[in-house]
């Protein structure tokens, strides 16, 4: 058994691989901020990228509740945003972005800190704490 091969380690790694990612759309957005005709992309949430891996998702239990709503035919990797165009035809609001882009770094930041306690527990049950 791999010890390093948690859920914790796996959904942290999954969680690393979905901000890269999104780092790399956000910046296409803002590399392309003039670009006539541009439409602003953003990944869709964590949450629904897992929920639709996992199988886990919400559930009707009594026939009172509403339906879901969501298509599970919508597409896996990024969505187009609706923001106001510019005259040029670009829907790229830089405040946005960037403000995506820090949030995404915070996020970043804070799974290699849990990442990097856990790997420090195991080092010290082991004994090996430096």
Known sequence: MDLTR???LDLAEKRMVWLE???QVLAQNVANADTPGWQARDLRSFTDVMAD???????RTQALHLAG?????TPPVTN???SPKSAN????????????VADTETTQAMVVNIYRKY????????GRAQ
């Open 53 to 59: 891996r996992t199988g886990v998702g919400a559930v």
């Open 119 to 126: 790997l420090s527990l195991f080092r010290l049950a082991l």
């Open 21 to 23: 990612r999104r780092q």
């Open 69 to 73: 709503t969501r298509d599970p035919n």
């Open 6 to 8: 948690t859920g914790l």
């Open 89 to 100: 035809g670009n829907a790229v609001a830089m405040e946005e972005q960037l403000t995506k």
């Open 80 to 82: 187009l945003l609706a």
